[in-house]
């Protein structure tokens, strides 16, 4: 698995500019560069994260985010799939203002999960739990951030020419003020990103919004 170390050396024998002291600041347009895409959907960053539901309605993202593999928060939520009795069914949708007036008044109604809505980084299911539940929240999700060289995630792996292109288009941008580098390393970030909604689109069927 390639590390961030790697990207970074990887880019600065791009740079070929005899400077092996910079990847503090490599790092840097490389956790930009992540950060531009990361609400973007590719078929490295959806995943299913396990979450207990109990006697509460209301679950922040951020730590139901926590029991998924290397992942920080939940970008959105897709599906919400919960197990009672051994029958598995999904939670319907319902906007954050629908299940407020469901709740209204009745907060202590209890039953089997019925709806989930999301609001605020934390996600409130209708009506309160009357026991333990497992469910299954497919989700796009937010990986943790890269910050040690020797770091690894997706962003530095399927995604490592994107990450590489963005990065030095940053470099040559702002570091280098070399405006004809960095407009070359646009168009080759576009064609990476495109490669990836290619094999995005192949394997998920879900279509990403290009770069802007």
């Not at 962003?155 to 070399?178: H, M, P, V």
């Amino acid at each position: 698995m390639a590390t961030v170390g790697n990207l970074c050396t990887t880019i600065i024998g791009d740079l070929n500019r005899g400077d092996t002291s910079i990847s503090d600041i490599v790092l840097i347009d490389i956790k930009s560069a992540v950060r531009d895409y990361e609400t973007h959907r590719f078929y490295f960053n959806e995943q299913d994260i396990s979450i207990t539901l109990s006697a509460t309605q209301t679950y922040l993202l951020s730590a139901v985010a926590a029991a998924g593999a290397g992942v920080s928060d939940i970008i959105e939520v897709d599906v919400f799939e919960v197990t009672v009795n051994g029958r598995t069914y999904c939670l319907r949708e319902k906007t954050w203002s629908e299940l407020k007036h469901l709740d209204s008044g009745v907060s202590t109604l209890q039953g089997y999960p019925m709806y989930y809505s999301y609001w605020a980084q934390a996600v409130k299911i209708y009506p309160l739990p009357n026991g333990v539940y497992t469910g299954i929240i497919s989700a796009h999700v937010k990986f943790t951030e890269l910050a040690a060289m020797s770091d690894t995630n997706a962003w530095t792996n399927d995604a490592s020419e994107l990450i590489r292109c963005g990065a030095l288009k940053r470099l040559y941008g702002r570091r280098f003020q070399d405006y004809t580098a960095a407009q070359a390393m646009q168009i080759a970030e576009d064609a990476a990103l495109a490669a990836l909604q290619r094999r995005t689109d192949a394997t998920t069927g879900s279509t990403i919004q290009g770069y802007l």
